[in-house]
T-cell receptor, first 114, second 114 residues
Framework: DSGVTQTPKHLITATGQRVTLRCSPR?????VYWYQQSLDQGLQFLIQ???????AKGNILERFSAQQFPDLHSELNLSSLELGDSALYFC?????????????FGPGTRLTVL | GNSVTQMEGPVTLSEEAFLTINCTYT??????LFWYVQYPGEGLQLLLK?????DKGSNKGFEATYRKETTSFHLEKGSVQVSDSAVYFC?????????????FGGGTRLMVKP
């Protein structure tokens, strides 16, 4: 158990819909990262927050957005869903944003868009 | 930014065989290097890491040495078990800026047969 929790574990929805994925980092971790894992794209970084503020953006679509709240939990919002958005979405956390700090991953949310 | 290339799988071995999974990187400076493992149906777990050149990371019988001369971080295990069957990812921070997102190799699936 990494200490990072994600809900829900599975999500099945239809094209055009909007969903929210939730992540709670390990106690004491200030940085939260979101990654997408799909068969064709592999593991891709989406976005990072540090202590409530956006720190870095990766391959995140404009239809996707995220935020980190004062209690440090984070939410990833996916809207106007397409079939190609079906993937595993992982949240990870680290103590700070330093490159030497390892990231601890949650169990993921499996999103299926029908 | 930094990048990593790892050998494609799947790798199929018999129990107690020797394992090597190759990983080479391209990076500015000497970033930390990581191996993550993903067991079936689970999230990613940090397997081992090395934070500077010539460091050897080790965990659960797995080892990897940070070799700057060959820009490599190959994963090795002397005697694999069926329980080692998983997907292994080599990773490093994408860049040396404030954002610390990880960039991952494509993953190598290991299957160990009894």
């Amino acid at each position: 158990d990494s200490g990072v929790t994600q809900t829900p574990k599975h999500l099945i929805t239809a094209t055009g819909q909007r969903v929210t994925l939730r992540c709670s980092p390990r106690s004491g971790d200030l940085s939260v990262y979101w990654y997408q894992q799909s068969l064709d794209q592999g593991l891709q970084f989406l976005i990072q927050y540090y202590n409530g503020e956006e720190r870095a953006k990766g391959n995140i679509l404009e239809r996707f957005s995220a935020q980190q709240f004062p209690d440090l939990h984070s939410e990833l919002n996916l809207s106007s869903l397409e079939l190609g958005d079906s993937a595993l979405y992982f949240c990870a956390s680290s103590r700070s944003g330093l490159a030497k700090n390892e990231q601890f991953f949650g169990p993921g949310t499996r999103l299926t868009v029908l | 930014g930094n990048s990593v290339t790892q050998m494609e799988g799947p790798v199929t071995l018999s129990e107690e065989a020797f394992l090597t999974i190759n990983c080479t990187y391209t990076a500015t400076g000497y970033p930390s290097l990581f191996w993550y493992v993903q067991y079936p149906g689970e999230g990613l777990q940090l397997l081992l890491k090395a934070t500077k050149a010539d460091d050897k990371g080790s965990n659960k019988g797995f080892e990897a040495t940070y070799r700057k001369e060959t820009t490599s971080f190959h994963l090795e295990k002397g005697s694999v078990q069926v329980s080692d069957s998983a997907v292994y990812f080599c990773a490093l921070p994408r860049g040396n800026n404030a954002g610390n997102m990880l960039t991952f190799g494509g993953g190598t699936r290991l299957m160990v047969k009894p």
